[in-house]
């Protein structure tokens, strides 16, 4: 069975820093799909973060991180991670992984073209 299961989150403090992790299961084969990040706040809808693609594990970032995530990939640990930096109240969210077979328009980060999700894990960021 396909799965993805993040992990990481907790309770920070603004200014902080957390890393999130998402592991795939071992079908997953990061070669063979395009590993991103999301997240929703609440009473907001789901936002794309960034991604790495399959083939040469090159990187999008959304305008909104205004560089302070950075996702990477750990191919021998089927393990994507999203280093979080500077974080604010506003960061705080569910943040979810997900899975996509597709290797063109990636830099859009487009919800759709992603069809395997995790169950997402939460970052609280407060005083």
């Known amino acids: 069975q396909v799965r993805l299961v993040e992990s990481g989150g907790g309770l920070v403090q603004p200014g902080g820093s957390l890393r999130l992790s998402c592991t795939t299961s071992?079908?997953?084969?990061?070669?063979?799909?395009?590993i991103a990040w999301f997240r929703r706040a609440s009473e907001k809808g789901r936002e794309a973060l960034a991604c790495?693609?399959?083939?040469?594990?090159?990187?999008y970032y959304s305008s909104v991180m205004n560089r302070r995530f950075t996702i990477s990939r750990d191919k021998a640990k089927n393990t994507v991670y999203l280093e979080m930096n500077s974080l604010i109240v506003e960061d705080t969210a569910v943040y979810y992984c997900?899975?996509?077979?597709?290797?063109?328009?990636?830099?859009?980060?487009?919800?759709?073209?992603?069809?395997?999700w995790g169950q997402g894990t939460q970052v609280t960021v407060s005083s």
């Open positions: 071992s079908e997953f084969d990061l070669d063979d799909y395009a």
């Open positions: 790495v693609s399959s083939r040469d594990g090159r990187k």
């Open positions: 997900a899975a996509s077979v597709r290797n063109d328009r990636l830099g859009f980060l487009i919800e759709d073209d992603y069809g395997y």
